[in-house]
């Protein structure tokens, strides 16, 4: 069983210390929230290279800068130089903890005339459950809504993956239950995803929660 929380906003750019105090903050929440993410590695090209891996520090502002910036899009002909309006990117991941696989990446200060009006920028979260534990909703939604405030994104989703369906699957593919819905005051992203009891957020957008998955999403 998955649950992936993502947040997505068009092209914005952003000084890179800006970025970079975005990008703590959004550490600050994973290690808030449990053990299992509260610590992040590199990841490698494989699995074996990714477990020799050693944690970072999250907290530090140089640490995070450094990975930003080799995260950054390059020219493909020597020398190779960035490429600006592709922003930067970074992603980590937990090396296993307890009984959690999960990785965190961001693309961010991407201002791209060619990309995406509404999702060329994201913050990413990813879990994956090794057992039947989990957590508990309430740490999922809090996370969410506070992954919301760091990015001010345009829209956002929880979604969770089983490998049995449920009543409220996503109609392609039951195995799919959309938990929650976040969509800005610009109405970008998505159209007609009001699944469940709607929830203002303040001057920053609508928050949908399914409610029929929440019994679903608290057996885990």
Not at 9 to 24: H, K, T
Not at 77 to 103: F, H, T, V
């Amino acid at each position: 069983m998955s649950i992936t929380i993502g947040v997505y906003w068009g092209p914005r750019q952003r000084p890179l210390d800006e970025l970079v105090s975005q990008a703590a903050a959004h550490f600050r929440v994973l290690a808030k929230a449990d053990e299992g993410v509260a610590r992040w590695a590199p990841m490698g090209r494989s699995l074996k290279q990714a477990m020799l891996s050693e944690p970072v520090d999250t907290s530090s502002p140089d640490v995070l800068r450094r990975f930003l910036l080799k995260g950054q899009n390059k020219t493909d002909m020597p020398p190779r130089q960035p490429i600006p309006e592709l922003g930067y990117r970074l992603s980590l991941w937990n090396r296993r903890r307890g009984n959690l696989e999960a990785s965190t990446s961001i693309h961010c200060g991407a201002h791209s005339q060619y990309l995406s009006e509404d999702s060329q920028n994201n913050a990413l979260l990813d879990l994956r459950y090794l057992d039947e534990r989990g957590l508990a909703v309430g740490v999922l939604l809090d996370v969410f809504r506070k992954t919301i405030d760091t990015w001010q994104p345009d829209w956002g989703t929880i979604w969770r993956y089983a490998h049995d369906g449920h009543p409220a699957g996503a109609p392609w593919d039951p195995k799919h239950v959309q938990y929650a819905f976040y969509q800005s005051r610009s109405g970008m992203g998505p159209a007609g995803r009001g699944i469940g009891q709607q929830q203002l957020l303040g001057s920053q957008g609508r928050l949908w929660i399914n409610e029929a998955a929440s019994p679903f999403m608290e057996k885990a």
